[in-house]
């Protein structure tokens, strides 16, 4: 049991990979909030069924006082919060570098880096009260292997790489790390969305010859989440087959 007697808030974990963040840190013995925005039906039932005090709450991480809102809930219910993982944003895509506009870039800084920032300013004073902190942060292989017509959010994705690296460095002192994932694509509600020739394409040129799924990017998380990682800060993973380094 990696995560025995841990407290953990997953963001965006009513699907997808927080979906499975969620449920494999709760089979390793961590209590989870399941925070959803608009999943509220999806994430109650996802507390329910990996129980272990899981609770399932909702907010707009987008808004601070609302993050705020949500981690007060969390140290009021709680009395601690040991694990974040950052995994809710927004995904812009179908814009290219002369047809994206700055507000596009805009609304999605605000989806990727302000729920993102707004999350982890409201957690840190918890953690800091603890003397122990986890904080595992969602970027994406895009940053290490850009795609046209995703530049909207790898720029946004690739302002997370900044972030965690100087919150590693501000935050060892006061026994906290801060890693980052990296996944490829990855069999979520859009990737299965996508045509077959789509996902062969990518998984083809995957030295491993298949797409992530939403556990493959989990168990990095949990490593990152557990003592496995005492001594990693700063680090970024990426769990996509190989894809990257080619």
Partial sequence: MLLDG???????????????TARLFASEGATVIVHYHSGHDEAE???AAIGNGALAIGADLRAPDATAGLLADIDSHFGRLDILVNNAASFAHGKNAETAEWPDFEAEFAGVVGVTVNTTKAAIPLMKRAGYGRIVTTVATLLQRPVPD???H?????ALV???RTLARELGPYGITANMISPGMTLTDFSNSQSEDAKNKVSSQTPLRRLA??????????????NLADFVTGANIAPDGGLAVL
Avoid at 6 to 20: C, H, N, Q, W
Avoid at 213 to 226: I, K, M
């Fill in 213 to 226: 799924t939403p556990a493959d990017v989990a168990r990095v998380a949990l490593f990152y989440a557990s």
């Fill in 6 to 20: 841990r407290v953990a808030l997953v963001t965006g974990a009513s699907r997808g990979i927080g979906e499975a």
């Fill in 162 to 164: 900044g972030y965690t």
């Fill in 45 to 47: 039932a996802i507390a």
């Fill in 150 to 152: 995703y530049i909207v």
């Fill in 154 to 158: 790898t720029t946004a994705k690739s």
